[in-house]
């Protein structure tokens, strides 16, 4: 007891200097003094952003083995796993779920936090430019999930901070009038703000102007899909959409420039990753449907989304004629009645590839074109919505689809030349079938839009397959359904999902 209580006097002792420190002084020993007291929002939106391009997961799974088949642009002769979720309509969990169960956590998540701390009640409410920069790009993704699913969580997304781990479902009618209105007012406000946000957008590098095109621009792209259900919101706000101004040249696309590191999850191009040969998603060639469409009219883009015949690092059959698109709805057996041969079929010595120039990790991700501004302008003319010439748009939708490759490539470059010759040969009819064609066409590797366009206009006329065990009658996908853990998990999807939850039950805008 007696050593217990000499030290114990010890410690006393030694105590009572700390006594009279300054407590200021020992707030100071416990701050880290190279830790950030505050986030910068401006580089979280370029986080967002990255993001938004998605990974190779997503891109793999859903855009590219999922949408990429259902809209007959790419094929495969592989059943299991997600390979056939989209080419033979397959349910694949991976597939149907990877949009909702990644997004939600990265995009929304990150850009749905920048929205919030730049608003009014946010830690930095003056950073109105870098405010509707971010609303914009939370639009992107979101509108693809709802455009995929239907009803989704939307004004309670992403809210656990707030206690809500069960979000409600909102209407999709709900959801679209709700982001026309934000792209509303994102397009009137960005620029008058004093905030410069610069190389941290790795979009558009901090230039309002383009971004004020790019909201306008969703605006008419998001009003024209509500055109067949609600016509009078949707007249309105295409007309909005371009007395505000949109797209006017390949300049204004909205792209982002991938990278080549850290790694195959981070920054690189997912539907490069998604296609390499050391990947699953190396299977998928291009499909018969767009390759007789492009050759059949002696298309320039014919040998820019393809690179040719060949195994994976050349050399390649490029001859234009040689050219040849793999069936949907086949495997290696079938494939062989098809091809009239006994003999195994080898994929890459047999049909054409996607152009490898194009699929670099590094490549750009297009979140949306000049080339799909103007065909829905020529959509919106042929409606009486605009007073713009149908001919014009059409004419000046296929040129910008015919030379905005280079971004990839300096020599994918279609030449004013070339592009002349294919429309002097190829004249718009004045018809909203030839529109959604070319539209489809000029939504090659944007198969997300290709797909909701195809549901919005019924163009082009695709031929369903019937592959054994499909999960849709033989009928392409009207929707995809939820994620198995929501739909398990979250009460709230039996009030308000879209339902029932199968392939064929459509989203509300689509009733063509």
Known sequence: MKYINIFSCIIIICMLPLASCDNDELVELNINPTAANELDWKFMLTQGQVQAAENRYINGRVHLNLASGLIQQMATLQVGGERGSGDKYMRHLDSFNGFMSYVYENALKTLGEVIRQTGPEGTNPNWTN??????????????????????????????????????????????????????????????TGSDEVGAADVVYGGDFTKWKKLANSLMLRLAMRISNVDPGTAQTYVQKAISGGVMESNEDMAWIQMASGPSQWFNQNGISRAMIPDDWGANNMLSKTLIDFLKGRNDPRLMIYSGGI??????????????????????????KEYEGTTEEIDRELTYSRLNPMMLDVDDPFIFMTYAEVEFLLAEAALKGWHSGDATSHYNAGVKGSMQQWDIFDPS????????????????????????????????????????????????????????????????IFR??????????????????????NDVMTRVWWDVQ
């Open 130 to 191: 870098l405010h509707h920069m971010a609303q914009i790009m939370y639009i992107i993704p979101m509108h693809i999930m709802t455009d995929l699913h239907g009803n989704v969580p939307y004004t309670e997304a992403n809210k656990g901070v707030e206690g809500i781990f069960f979000p409600k479902y909102d209407s999709q009618e709900t959801i679209y009038k709700d982001m026309l209105a934000k792209l509303e007012v994102a397009a009137a406000t960005i620029g």
């Open 310 to 335: 060949g195994i994976w690092g050349g050399p390649y059959n490029t001859d234009p004629a040689a050219q040849k698109g793999m069936p949907n709805g086949y495997d290696t057996e079938t494939i």
């Open 412 to 475: 994918l470059t279609v030449s004013d030349a070339e592009v002349e010759a294919y429309l002097a040969a190829n004249p718009f009819d004045g018809s909203e079938k030839m529109i959604g064609e070319q539209h489809w066409a000029a939504n090659f590797m944007q198969w997300y839009e290709a797909y909701s366009n195809w549901r919005r206009t019924g163009y082009p006329e695709l031929s369903p397959v019937n592959y054994p065990g499909n999960v849709s009658g033989g009928q």
């Open 479 to 500: 929707r995809i359904e939820y994620y198995s853990q929501e739909v398990a998990n979250n009460p709230n999807l039996q009030e308000g999902g879209t339902l029932p």
